[in-house]
């Protein structure tokens, strides 16, 4: 199980996030926690 917190502190590079699985993998990873920087 992922806690909301488990990604607290690190940083995600997502491509193609515009739409789609990119947008929804950008989403996700910021509701748990991470900076998010989008392309």
Request: aromatic share 0%; no cysteine; hydrophobic share 50%.
């Amino acid at each position: 199980m992922i806690m909301s917190n488990e990604l607290s502190g690190k940083t995600a590079l997502v491509t193609g996030s515009t739409s789609g699985i990119g947008k929804a993998a950008a989403v996700k990873l910021a509701a748990l926690g991470a900076h998010v920087v989008l392309t």
